[in-house]
């Protein structure tokens, strides 16, 4: 069995669009996309008269030497926002399938399979065991018509790590079942290795990756889905004729220079240094039940009255995630470390609000 025997077979057999940029390379020439002949004054150098490749190959390459794997195995879109809707519309088909996720966690896991008319099964985290993954639960939840399971490592908003020996038994167990993604969108900040090693062994794992966290790019929207072969076919396939801008395939490949990538190392190690200094002096403040232990580059401090103290920090213009939607956290701020400047801002306003609460 293939993993692209889950996929929808009506996509297996379309006809994918195919752009001006995908039938023809090279030359000197260009007449073939309806661009304009001339380059903005504004930007030159970015050629932004001209339609972008759809699959930058440098940016492949790159990406590929960077998370380890062949150039085969890697998608490069509009953030892993996009890769998430790419595998819901390949995997799933209306009215019929269902992914599986384990809330809290990620919020486009769910939209974009409703968007897509799949059900969600939720098989909540494990609270009193540190929100680790309910194995079993989960496994039981798998029925004939799942298409998804998704793992957040570390996950958003808990911050913890999914060992890898889990993550292999999941990959085992779901074999023939279901495509396995793995969503490592924090996992530079982590102890922990990626996923991706698991590709070798199993094409129905898919492991997510993006460039908007630890590599500073959010506005760039950089995301990458890495999986065997004929999954990334696949979602090349579907995707849109374009998915990168001009300007995002270039800051993409700026941030990933050997320079840009030393300097990016050291803020990630100012980060977690930030992130242990933060989370015992935000334990210590009044008024805090609880700081959820992170690998992420976030902190979820739970408080008596986190309203109020919401409240308080949008009063002085410090704006925080409040996490009151979230089952089992509705009493959580999730927290991104800052630069040092601001974390001392973030603590200085908890500090005082708090005393005069
Ligand atoms: C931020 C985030 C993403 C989104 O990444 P983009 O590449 O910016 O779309 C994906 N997964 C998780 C868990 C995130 O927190």
Redesign the pocket.
Known sequence: MSVLDLARPELLALQPYSSARMEASGGTVWLNANELPWAQAQSPELALNRYPEPQPPALIERLAELYGVASDQVFVGR????A?DLLTRAFCAAGASNVIISPP??G?YAVAARVQGAAVREVPLRADRDYALDVEALLAAVSRQTRLVYV?TP??PTGNVVPAAVLLRLAEALRGRAVLVI?E??VEFADADSASSLLAQYDHVVV?R????AYGL?GA???VALARAEVIQLLRRIMPPYPLPSASIAAALGVLHSEARRAGAERLRLICQQRAQLRPALAALPGVIDVLPSQANFLVVRFVDAAAVYARLVAAGVIVRSLHKYPGLHDGLRISIGTPEENAVLLSTLDSAQRAA
């Open positions: 953030g892993s926002d996009e998430i966690t990620f486009m957040c996950n958003n969503d969108a924090y997510l993006t460039l908007s966290k959010a929207r950089v995301g």
